[in-house]
């Protein structure tokens, strides 16, 4: 009698404390829907408050520009000033809503042919890709589950990218290509957010100017830029945002390069 009421004891015991594991965790699931709702309202306001004026910024230093079309000097050069300043203002906090609302948005449930997704956005880039005279091959791609709106800014940013950062006097050479791995042959150091037997591996690579591996872990980290702002255009943001959808996809991202090699980026997503 005493061996049982002993294990009464330990089964109330254990029962109470998982009630109260359960009460923290519906806690910490009410505070985190309410965090991604003010999350969301933030975007709302930057991409009103925030824009509203700057396009009042822009507008007006265009009228002024008009104004003193017949004039040099100073004048002039204020008004480029200080519009290249606005316009690369309203393209952080576009990228920054753009990395809010991914990290808020998770529903990776849809069918998307990766094949479409990519193609949609090489035609979006097709005068970018003209100007340059890149060239840009596209192998058979899978069809995987996640959300289309987010593997579109993903491939979006990963071949804005591969433009951006070619060589000088040299056309942009960008190949896009899969594969199927076994979840025993990935290579040492990733780990996919989700486990699954295997993965599909997209690589795209390029012939740009590359980078040198020391500043990998860097590059994936928000506002980091491994060149100035007057050398190549951009916010350090995108790569972000690459890293929260492949992880929102419960895969991995890497990369590799060598300073005026080229870049390798691999996508690794659960098949």
């Not at 709302?44 to 520009?65: C, M, N, T």
């Not at 690369?88 to 920054?96: E, P, Q």
């Not at 590359?210 to 830029?225: S, T």
């Amino acid at each position: 009698m005493n061996a049982l009421k002993k294990i009464e004891e330990v089964v109330t015991e254990r029962t109470l404390e998982l009630a109260g594991a359960n009460h923290q965790l519906r806690e910490s699931n009410a505070l985190l829907a309410r965090s991604n709702e003010n999350l969301q309202q933030f975007a709302y306001v930057a991409s009103h408050d925030l824009q509203e004026p700057l396009r009042k910024i822009q507008q007006f230093g265009d009228l002024l520009k008009t104004g003193q079309a017949d004039k040099t000097g100073e004048s002039i050069l204020y008004l480029e000033r200080m519009q290249s300043a606005a316009s690369r203002m309203s393209m952080l906090i576009k990228d920054l809503l753009d990395f809010s609302r991914i990290s808020t948005q998770r529903d990776a449930s849809d069918s998307v042919s990766l094949q479409r997704v990519v193609e949609r956005v090489v035609s979006t880039l097709e005068l970018r890709v003209e100007e340059l005279g890149a060239q840009i091959r596209v192998g058979s791609l899978p069809t995987v589950l996640g959300d289309s709106s987010q593997l579109g800014q993903l491939f979006q940013n990963l071949l804005s990218n591969a433009l951006k950062f070619h060589h000088p006097g040299s056309s942009p050479r960008i190949e896009v290509t899969a594969q199927w791995l076994a979840v025993e042959h990935l290579p040492a150091g990733i780990k996919p957010g989700r486990g699954a037997i295997a993965y599909h591996r997209i690589d795209v690579v390029d012939n740009g100017i590359g980078f040198d591996e020391k500043y990998l872990d860097r590059i994936f980290q928000v506002f980091q830029r491994l060149h100035g702002k007057n050398e190549f255009a951009g916010t350090g943001i995108g790569l972000a945002i690459c890293e929260k959808v492949v992880l929102n996809h419960g895969g991995a991202i890497t990369a590799m390069s060598q300073p005026g090699q080229g870049a390798t980026f691999s996508v690794y997503l659960p098949v």
